[in-house]
């Protein structure tokens, strides 16, 4: 492959093209297990390595909770490639191209090998890759693609009707993408409960959540919604430090419909230090928090609480 000199021209380069690498040979690794299956994943978005027009359809998929958001992944890593590689001179252009090219010809060359015992031509340039063997793992392990998260969402959608699974596909790439859009350490996009948390400064105080509905309806979460938590200590050590606790709602947001991703951004933007959420927990229940279009629907005081009307 051409070189590329620069290291701060490299370094983006090669990072999107292992994660290009691993979100798109992973999902072809490995076993589609929900109901007890030993089912394939599609394998339809490897052409999207080779061919722009494809790259559209990788967030228009319905398949399943991991496989769709091993797509987005895929997606963003292109396009974080186009960025890398807008400015840099043809030849290394070219070559990036014909490494994808090369990947997606072998990739596909293996796993119809694999499956349907084709063989593989002998080459010196050949790409080894086995079942359950990806191409790349890269940030050290599988973000988002091991088989803990497959795993996980796997049960997170067991019990979901077609049309409940469409929906909780859409709400994970809002979800995916308020993440990809904020530069903020105390934000954190929780997989298996859909949510994204924010939790600034000292830890024994508030934390915020951003809650998408739970396919099947689970923990009676049909709807989105933004909530204030406080931490409240269940265990102490014999010095006399919190060593177990767990989160209590204090005032609790529920939205009729999917807020956009520029409110939800905007909304952890501003939950950036306890103050602010202290200063949240005090709205009263039909009004607005500060600076944000969610209206509080619910306070809670202890295991009491008072809620809007129906």
Same mark, same amino acid.
């Given at each position: 492959m051409t070189s590329v000199e620069s290291t701060a021209t490299a370094a983006p380069i090669v990072d999107a093209l292992n994660r290009i690498s691993a979100s798109a040979s992973v999902p072809v690794s490995v076993y589609d297990m929900r109901g007890r299956?030993?089912?394939? /994943?599609?394998q339809k978005h490897l052409a999207a390595l080779t061919d722009r027009n494809m790259r559209a359809d990788l967030l228009e998929g319905t398949h399943s909770l991991w496989y769709e958001q091993a797509m987005w992944l895929l997606h963003e890593a292109l396009r974080d490639l186009d960025i890398a590689t807008a400015s840099v001179p043809t030849p290394i252009r070219t070559a990036v191209d014909s490494e994808l090219e090369t990947e997606t010809r072998w990739l596909r060359a293996a796993v119809a090998e694999y499956a349907?015992?084709? #063989?593989v031509p002998e080459s010196e340039n050949r790409r080894n $890759?086995?079942?359950?063997?990806?191409?790349?793992?890269?940030?050290?392990?599988?973000?988002?693609?091991?088989?803990?998260?497959?795993?996980?969402?796997?049960?997170? =959608?067991?019990?979901? %009707?077609?049309? =409940?699974?469409?929906?909780?596909?859409?709400?994970?790439?809002?979800?995916?993408?308020?993440?990809?859009?904020?530069?903020?350490?105390?934000?954190?996009?929780q997989l298996e409960p859909l949510s994204i948390t924010a939790e600034p400064g000292d830890t024994d105080g508030y934390f915020l959540n951003v809650e998408a509905p739970l396919p099947g309806g689970k923990y009676n979460?049909?709807? $989105?919604?933004?909530?204030?938590y406080r931490w409240e200590v269940d265990v102490w050590d014999e010095e006399g430090y919190p060593t177990g606790s767990h989160g209590e709602p204090v005032v609790h947001c529920t939205?009729? #419909?999917?807020? %956009?991703?520029?409110?939800?951004?905007?909304?952890?933007?501003?939950?950036?230090? !306890?103050? !602010?959420?202290?200063? $949240?927990? !005090?709205?009263?229940?039909? =009004?607005?928090?500060?600076?944000?279009?969610?209206?509080?629907?619910?306070? /809670?005081?202890?295991? #009491? /609480?008072? %809620?809007?009307? #129906?």
């Open positions: 299956g030993f089912n394939d /994943y599609p349907e015992g084709f #063989e $890759w086995d079942f359950g063997d990806p191409f790349v793992c890269f940030d050290g392990g599988l973000v988002g693609l091991g088989q803990r998260d497959r795993d996980l969402m796997d049960r997170l =959608e067991a019990d979901a %009707s077609g049309e =409940e699974l469409q929906e909780a596909i859409i709400d994970l790439r809002t979800l995916l993408d308020v993440e990809a859009q904020i530069d903020i350490g105390d934000a954190q996009l979460r049909v709807h $989105w919604a933004v909530a204030v939205i009729a #419909e999917r807020p %956009s991703i520029t409110d939800i951004v905007a909304l952890l933007k501003l939950a950036t230090n !306890q103050a !602010q959420l202290a200063a $949240w927990t !005090q709205t009263p229940i039909g =009004e607005k928090l500060a600076n944000t279009d969610f209206v509080v629907t619910k306070r /809670y005081n202890d295991t #009491e /609480y008072h %809620s809007c009307p #129906e």
